[in-house]
């Protein structure tokens, strides 16, 4: 992401204006807002679905679930696994990213992952750490699967046996 520069961009979209970024979106970062939001806020509705299937008391799994199986889904398309691997790149900025998010597409994952991090008896950095290992590694762990996907290397473990083990991971993750 970083190293992409807007010529890029506008080239990759077959536009042959180089300020139709600025002019749509404002900048580089608009258009990736654009771009999260698009399928962010998708994700974000499934999300709620899911947490509110769980009943009034989830457990760490139903949470967990209700994280991995949306993200998840958008392997069996190509512009999903094109997200996802976007997103893995942005890992870095996840604690200014919960301050910085378009509530409006990400409400129901900001209220799991504060659930989340309500669970462990840990102190409070303790507990951010570790809902920061565990989006660290769902957004890795998906990432590389749509790249294995896309390069045809062979993704390894059937969709269903990957959504149970990644969810198996990061709820041991918080619960560490």
């Known amino acids: 992401m970083e190293g992409v ?24 970062q608009g258009l ?9 806020g998708p994700i974000d509705e499934e999300r709620g679905r899911l947490l509110a299937g ?15 199986v949306p993200y998840a889904a958008l392997l069996d398309d190509p512009g999903g696994r094109a997200y996802l691997r976007i997103v893995a790149q942005l890992r870095g900025r996840f604690s200014a990213w919960r301050l910085e998010s ?3 597409t990400t409400q129901h994952l900001a209220a799991i992952l504060d659930r989340i991090e309500a669970i462990p008896d840990a102190p409070p950095a303790v507990r951010r750490e570790r ?17 294995r996907i896309d390069d045809g290397t062979g993704a390894g473990l059937d969709h269903e046996a990957f959504v149970a083990e990644l969810t198996a991971m990061a709820a041991a993750v918080v619960t560490a």
Do not use: C, K, W
Request: glycine share 6%; proline share 3%.
């Open 131 to 147: 809902v920061l290992a565990l989006i660290m590694l769902l957004t890795g762990m998906v990432a590389e699967r749509a790249r």
């Open 102 to 104: 378009d509530a409006s």
């Open 32 to 40: 990736l807002r654009a771009v999260l939001a698009r399928r962010g």
């Open 5 to 28: 520069t807007t010529r890029q961009i506008t080239e990759a979209a077959h536009q042959r204006n180089t300020s139709a970024i600025s002019y749509h979106f404002g900048s580089r």
């Open 54 to 68: 769980a009943g009034p008391h989830p457990t760490l799994d139903d949470l967990v679930r209700s994280l991995v």
